[in-house]
């Protein structure tokens, strides 16, 4: 075989790369542009060092190949503290930067905390507040609560542009994990627990939303689109859903959280006010003891002056006091 036609053979698989979409190299949400750019600017500041390393390497394969007779060789060499001040001060000064560039965005770009812009050069205004969504992984679809709006939707996500949103997360059975590339970094999300991720998007559009954490089966249908609109359109999304949509109570849930590979949208034009509570405190359903009850009652009784913790209505009466707590969200901070 021909080094050309070895060549074209090696690089014939990198074609297929032309329909692949770089989602990570491409976003439409000011988080994740801040992300891609650290990426990229560590990525650049690596190879610095790589390229080098990389160059040095063919050239001394080349000087030092076996025809080249014309190449000096001191058997006697074995020290250089010139070149062995670069060989350790290059990577530890690449070290330092790319630490100091991952510590800064790391903290910049934390999830839970609250957007203090929407976009370069456009910081958010005064009084602005975001759009809760109340996100829930089940088995192999995502349920999305719009609390400000009084609907939900499954597999389906609409946002309006430029507009911060605060998604509040959980699992209802296994250990998922929200991305949308375009739009932020992944979140995980697990059941009893809830994860906060702060994020906006800046150009309208679909685009996918998936888990990127195995969770069995149904794995690879477990997809959602995430639809970026201009507020009048958003507003258009929201009345549809309310004219279509059906009611979500728990009846409703429990048949919806049964596994499911594929499912369809589906609307909910209004749901139980404390459903997404519920869920996350593990007691969907009346006379279900909730995990902070549980939590409240291994703690033992509270100490003097401090408030006992909530619990939810509907759920089974503190055994110790015989009283049931009015519901209040364990993590609605």
């Known amino acids: ?15 297929l790369l032309g329909g692949c979409h770089l989602a990570l190299l491409d976003p439409s949400g000011d988080v994740a542009r801040q992300q891609s750019d650290v990426m990229i600017v560590t990525t ?33 060499w074995d020290h250089s503290p010139q070149l062995e001040l670069v060989v350790w001060a290059g990577p530890l000064l690449i070290i330092i930067a790319i630490g100091a560039i991952s510590w800064i965005g790391t903290h910049q770009l934390d999830p839970y905390r609250p957007l203090d812009r929407v976009a370069k050069g456009q910081p958010v205004a005064a009084g602005t507040k975001p759009l809760e969504v109340d996100v829930v992984s089940l088995r192999w679809k995502w349920l999305f609560f719009y609390p400000q709006y009084g609907i939900a939707t499954v597999n389906q996500l609409a946002a309006p542009v430029d507009v911060p949103i605060r998604f509040k997360m959980t699992s209802d059975a296994m250990m998922d994990a929200f991305s949308v590339p375009e739009l932020a970094g992944m979140v995980y999300t697990m059941p009893g627990m809830q994860t906060v991720l702060h994020a906006v998007i800046n150009k309208p559009g679909q685009y996918r939303g998936f888990s990127a954490n195995y969770s069995g089966a149904g794995f690879t249908d477990m997809r959602f689109d995430f639809e970026g609109m201009n507020t009048h359109d958003f507003d258009a999304w929201v009345a549809r859903v309310r004219a279509e949509g059906s009611e979500l109570d728990t009846k409703a849930y429990d048949r919806l959280r049964q596994p499911e590979r594929d499912a369809p949208v589906h609307y909910y034009a209004r749901f139980e006010p404390d459903l997404y509570t519920r869920i996350l405190d593990r007691c969907i359903d009346p006379g279900e003891l909730c995990m902070s009850q549980m939590m409240s009652t291994d703690a033992g009784p509270p100490m003097q002056g401090m408030h006992e913790p909530p619990v939810h209505a509907g759920a089974a009466s503190l055994v110790d006091t015989g009283k049931t707590v009015p519901a209040q969200a364990a993590a609605a901070h």
């Open 44 to 76: 650049i500041i690596m190879m610095l060092i790589i390229v080098p390393v990389l160059i040095a390497i063919g050239v001394v394969a080349w000087r030092y190949r076996a025809s080249n007779k014309q190449a000096r060789y001191d058997a006697e």
């Open 1 to 15: 075989m021909t080094v050309k036609r070895l060549r074209g053979l090696l690089l014939s698989p990198l074609a």
